[in-house]
T-cell receptor, first 118, second 113 residues
Framework: GAVVSQHPSRVICKSGTSVKIECRSLDFQATTMFWYRQFPKQSLMLMATSNEGSKATYEQGVEKDKFLINHASLTLSTLTVTSAHPEDSSFYIC??????????????FGDGTRLSIL | AQSVTQLDSHVSVSEGTPVLLRCNYSSSYSPSLFWYVQHPNKGLQLLLKYTSAATLVKGINGFEAEFKKSETSFHLTKPSAHMSDAAEYFCVVSDPNFNKFYFGSGTKLNVKP
């Protein structure tokens, strides 16, 4: 089946540093990838839609300059949390949708990144 | 507009008994619906999907769901719960082009021995 690899699985760092999270589709090509944020005991909140070779589309209320997204290839998207602060601590999950000629393809999710800012 | 309501935040069953997780949706289009499962500190795994084919959808690990348009429901069931089924379950509706997923608030399933 389709596998999405997300790295790192856990990050602990000091306030003010920038953190990069990678999302890779291992056995399929993904024109579109998605970045979600999940607060404890809550559902997933879509942050942005990442499109290969173009700018990401951010959801309302998500700071573009804070959460930088790059989708440079059909198998890799990155999320960089710039100048991270404790309020950015969260569980970040990426997903990817297969680029096929068929409709109705589901999103495949990575295992998430637990980000803790001290 | 698309939205999903998961009617129960917590469900507790005994091992070997049936599981029912309820989901109601609202969609401006003919919906595509999914159920995902999330184990602690993990990403989401696809259980099953409905995309306008058969209304009774069979998924992995013995789960199935029935699409009922008249009731705008897509409830998830399993005849016999296993301890390994304990997890959080999300019902999801997507737009026709799958550009966005709309998640329910999740149902935490507890399985008692």
């Amino acid at each position: 089946g389709a596998v999405v690899s997300q790295h790192p699985s856990r990050v602990i760092c000091k306030s003010g540093t920038s953190v990069k999270i990678e999302c890779r589709s291992l056995d399929f090509q993904a024109t579109t990838m998605f970045w979600y944020r999940q607060f404890p005991k809550q559902s997933l909140m879509l942050m942005a839609t990442s499109n290969e070779g173009s700018k990401a589309t951010y959801e309302q209320g998500v700071e573009k300059d804070k959460f930088l997204i790059n989708h440079a290839s059909l198998t890799l998207s990155t999320l960089t949390v710039t100048s991270a602060h404790p309020e950015d601590s969260s569980f970040y999950i990426c997903s990817a949708r297969e680029t096929t000629g068929f409709l109705n393809q589901p999103q495949h999710f990575g295992d998430g990144t637990r980000l803790s800012i001290l | 507009a698309q939205s999903v309501t998961q009617l129960d935040s917590h469900v507790s069953v005994s091992e070997g008994t049936p599981v029912l997780l309820r989901c109601n949706y609202s969609s401006s289009y003919s919906p595509s619906l999914f159920w995902y499962v999330q184990h602690p500190n993990k990403g989401l795994q696809l259980l099953l999907k409905y995309t306008s084919a058969a209304t009774l959808v069979k998924g992995i690990n013995g789960f199935e769901a029935e699409f009922k348009k008249s009731e705008t429901s897509f409830h998830l069931t399993k005849p016999s719960a296993h301890m390994s089924d304990a997890a959080e379950y999300f019902c999801v509706v997507s737009d026709p082009n799958f550009n966005k997923f709309y998640f329910g608030s999740g149902t935490k399933l507890n399985v008692k021995p």
